[in-house]
């Protein structure tokens, strides 16, 4: 008998890292621009910091719902009649839910409170907007998938 490989065992944990990256990436840009953006408007450094956020959770909520929603379709079909099982989406929804609350609220908290530090400290908005957000991201990365373990997220 052998043994699965690593990413064979592990391919819903890999996806799921993958999609969050993929969808950081594109909320990363984003929030680095809206930041320049809005500092050419006004001087607000909080208010930057928290319209910053809300571009990126604008870009990101629906890129990894879409993306995490592709990776498991087959597995919200009940293979008996081929028909989409709603206990199971639920039931992952859930899931999801318990997993990113926490690590939201930590990847928010850090976010803005950085890059309000770093914006009062004369970085350049786009420079602050994204240090911010590598430090966040490292923060929620790992309490997203700590969180997800402990949910048993990725058990079948």
């Known amino acids: 008998m052998s043994k699965p490989g690593f ?3 592990y391919r819903d944990a890999v996806n799921f890292n993958r999609n969050i990256i ?3 990436a594109g909320a990363f840009f984003t929030g680095a621009l809206v930041a320049q953006l809005y500092a050419g ?3 607000n450094d909080l208010a930057n910091s928290a319209l910053t956020l809300a571009a990126e959770y604008s870009i990101y909520i629906p890129v990894f719902a879409f993306l995490f929603y ?7 079909v009940d293979p008996a009649t081929g028909r989409k099982d709603g206990r199971k ?3 992952d929804i ?4 318990a997993a990113f609350s926490v690590s939201e609220v930590v990847f928010s908290l850090v976010k803005i409170g950085m890059q309000y530090w770093l914006l009062q400290s004369g970085t350049e908005a786009y420079m602050a907007a994204m240090a911010a957000s590598i430090v966040a991201w490292a ?3 790992v309490l997203v998938n700590y ?10």
């Open 89 to 91: 989406i639920r039931t």
């Open 94 to 97: 859930k899931k999801l839910l």
């Open 147 to 156: 969180m997800a373990r402990a949910v048993r997220l990725f058990r079948r």
């Open 22 to 24: 993929i969808a950081g």
């Open 70 to 76: 592709w990776d498991n379709r087959s597995k919200y």
């Open 7 to 9: 990413f064979k065992k």
């Open 41 to 43: 408007h006004d001087g």
């Open 139 to 141: 923060v929620f990365f």
